[in-house]
């Protein structure tokens, strides 16, 4: 009988520090909807391993952003931004149902999941991380607006090794601010997130020179700026 009351005591208490993290959570995220967070689980990972240099990082409102970066960004890692909640089920499908077909395993996460993962949660490829990072995506959606989901993705991405957010990697690699990005250097920028670590903006091999071409198409196709009116 006293087992039974322990089993019931310690489940009980494991239900409660659930809900309480999950609480913790819903605050901390409703929280980074008006405030600009400082900075993000993958910048922190990379000051505690071996960093090879120190971070370059320096937040810009969306309004000193060019309105062609979060357009290249759109096209090149999530044309269904505007549309989806978070997660993008359909996506989900398409690459489940190629992958069956026989064909390579694609990754389907959102620009909110990657927002969710840079800032809270770790690299890697769990079920588990994805799980946590596909509900994080959700519960971000419904609090913040698109317009700002992207104006933190763009604060916190690795753009290379150190170089966080768009206007350091603006300066680092055009020597100006990133408000004044053209058309083209928005698609070089966006063009090495899968990999900002390997790929390169300044020396641009075929294969990233292949990406900048296919995302200044997939822009145009979306209908250049207009597509992103309206977030």
Request: hydrophobic share 50%; proline share 6%.
């Amino acid at each position: 009988m006293a087992k039974t009351s322990l089993v019931r005591t310690s489940v009980r208490w494991l239900a409660l520090t659930f809900a309480g993290l999950i609480a913790l959570l819903f605050v901390l995220i409703l929280l980074l909807r008006f405030v600009n967070p400082p900075t993000s689980a993958f910048m922190l990972a990379y000051q505690v391993g071996s960093a090879p240099q120190p971070i370059r990082h320096e937040w810009v409102p969306m309004t000193e952003i060019s309105p062609w970066m979060p357009l290249a960004v759109v096209a090149s890692e999530d044309q269904r931004f505007p549309h989806h909640l978070g997660v993008d089920f359909e996506a989900i499908r398409k690459a489940v149902s190629e992958h069956k077909a026989g064909e390579g395993l694609r990754g389907a996460s959102t620009i909110t999941q990657q927002t969710a993962k840079n800032l809270f949660l770790w690299n890697g490829r769990s079920f588990v991380r994805k799980a946590i990072e596909a509900g994080l995506a959700v519960a971000i959606d419904g609090l913040w607006s698109k317009q700002r989901v992207l104006e933190v993705y763009l604060n916190i991405a690795e753009f290379g090794p150190g170089i966080y957010g768009v206007e350091a990697a603006s300066q680092v690699y055009f020597g100006i601010p990133a408000r004044f990005l053209s058309e083209n250097q928005a698609a070089r920028l966006a063009a090495v997130l899968p990999n900002p670590n390997v790929l390169s903006v300044t020396s641009p091999t075929t294969y990233v020179q292949e990406r900048v071409d296919w995302i200044l198409g997939q822009m145009d196709q979306l209908s250049g700026l207009r597509y992103l009116e309206g977030l």
